[in-house]
């Protein structure tokens, strides 16, 4: 283990990296029941049960408007074909907002299988760690004073780098939990619009819209798993060149190498909304 504050600071910065590569492939791996122990999750059924009481009365509104609009006059109504494809349709829907949860659920479940999978199908998971290569550390510690100023300068910013885009990547993770959670919370609502046949297309887009966040999950894994195919070569160390440009060289080509992923993470949402239509 070097002494020297510049090996120290850039081996930490890619420690940083190596344990939030480490906690995303956690993350998309558990389901949202589990995450932080599955207290939100609690906290999530409770809103969505006091919503349930929302989705029955406005589901009445929306039948209330589905007969309204499609009964030009009683006559109409008293043909078998046109009373009873209102009330059926009120019958599914009160269905769908009673079992919404399951039904939720069960779309968790599927993309959680397939996320699973992913990982066990790949070799790609649980890499070994990011280090500098000892010709590199040689070379640092072989450094002066003066020669280490601009060694300094070019670790910290080479440091702030990697945190910036290992926080910006777990957050990206974060945040699908959290729209899991909206979507389940006030899932009764939207669902409610299957009562009318005016209105159905918002269901429907809501049903298209938590589909694509749970597809998000194995977005964002099979993008980690390409970049580990990816960058599975670490950069070259340009040997007899001054240790500033040495370090400059790698770390440059090994943050491009991160912004590839970083940007193939917060890809997977836009990736996700197109294959759902969304």
Known sequence: MS???????????????????????????????EFRGGTIWTVVESIHGSMQAVGYALLVLFFVADVM???????????????????????????????????????????????????????????????????????????????SIPLWAIALICSLAVWVLSFTMVLTVYGRFFKLFLFAAIAPVPLSSFAGEPTQEIGKSFLRSFAASCLEGAAIILSCVIFSVFAATPPNVEIGTAPATMVWSYFGELIFNMLILVGAVKMSDRVSREIMGV
């Open 69 to 147: 609009r499609n009964t030009g006059s009683f006559a109409e109504l008293r043909r078998p074909e046109h009373a009873l494809r209102p009330f059926l349709r009120f019958a599914i829907s009160k269905a769908v907002i009673s079992h919404s949860m399951e039904l939720l659920l069960s779309f968790l479940n599927i993309v959680s299988g397939m996320i699973g999978t992913i990982a066990e199908s790949t070799a790609a998971l649980g890499g070994a760690g990011t280090e500098l290569p000892q010709e590199m550390v040689d070379a640092i510690e072989g450094c002066g004073f003066l020669e």
């Open 3 to 33: 002494e020297n504050w510049i090996v120290q600071n850039l081996n930490k910065a890619l420690a940083v990296w190596d344990e939030m590569l480490g906690e995303i492939y956690t993350l998309v791996r558990l389901s949202p029941t």
